[in-house]
């Protein structure tokens, strides 16, 4: 099964600036991404609904690890993915160019707190999503308990076309 995930060019640029931002203790910043999902032909069409960054006072001090989120993140994160039920996933970015690899905490700690995003939304799949400044790597589960398939493509939806509106008309 192909995946390719979709996610308009605004809320990418978004999200790349909220994640840029500096916090007081963390060494880096996380977020989630909202995402119905559609079948393709060939796979499944994650389209990104919308950005949330996680808030200042729902990271927790943690010495080894870049990030570490409290549990107050998850609940507000799972109750945006409630209604309407939409993927969720995990967001961050280690910054440079090309391709970005998951870190050894990244796989472990999603292997953990993934499956926990099944409770709000079962029938949806979610997942994680690492960028760069110009790329970035995801995993997908399609459901509790089974393993995680690569997001193989990303596709930035932008819209190229200048749309002109025209007062001019004549009177009948």
Same mark, same amino acid.
């Given at each position: 099964?192909? $995946?390719?995930? !979709?996610?308009?060019?605004?809320?990418?640029?978004?999200?790349?600036?909220?994640?840029?931002?500096? =916090?007081?203790?963390?060494?880096?910043?996380?977020?989630?991404?909202?995402? /119905?999902?559609?079948?393709?032909? +060939?796979?499944?069409?994650?389209?990104?609904?919308?950005?949330?960054?996680? +808030?200042?006072? +729902?990271?927790?001090?943690?010495?080894?690890?870049?990030?570490? #989120?409290?549990? +107050?993140?998850?609940?507000?994160?799972?109750?945006?993915?409630?209604?309407?039920?939409?993927?969720?996933?995990?967001?961050?970015? =280690?910054?440079?160019?090309?391709?970005?690899?998951?870190?050894?905490?990244?796989?472990?700690? /999603?292997?953990?707190?993934?499956? /926990?995003?099944?409770?709000?939304?079962? !029938?949806?799949?979610?997942?994680?999503?690492?960028? *760069?400044?110009?790329?970035?790597?995801?995993?997908?589960?399609?459901?509790?308990?089974?393993? *995680?398939?690569? #997001?193989?493509?990303?596709?930035? $939806?932008?819209?190229?076309?200048?749309?002109?509106?025209?007062?001019?008309?004549?009177?009948?």
């Amino acid at each position: 099964m192909r $995946v390719s995930l !979709k996610i308009a060019g605004p809320v990418l640029d978004q999200v790349r600036r909220d994640l840029a931002r500096p =916090h007081l203790f963390a060494h880096e910043r996380v977020g989630f991404l909202t995402a /119905g999902a559609a079948r393709a032909p +060939d796979g499944l069409l994650p389209l990104v609904r919308d950005y949330m960054p996680v +808030d200042d006072e +729902d990271y927790e001090v943690a010495p080894g690890v870049g990030a570490r #989120i409290g549990s +107050d993140a998850m609940r507000k994160a799972a109750q945006a993915a409630y209604r309407p039920a939409s993927t969720l996933l995990h967001v961050h970015t =280690h910054g440079g160019r090309g391709l970005p690899r998951f870190s050894g905490v990244d796989l472990e700690s /999603g292997n953990t707190f993934v499956p /926990g995003f099944f409770q709000s939304c079962p !029938k949806m799949p979610h997942g994680l999503l690492v960028l *760069s400044n110009d790329s970035a790597t995801g995993l997908l589960w399609l459901e509790p308990g089974k393993r *995680s398939v690569p #997001i193989d493509r990303f596709i930035r $939806v932008d819209q190229p076309v200048v749309e002109q509106w025209s007062a001019k008309y004549e009177l009948a």
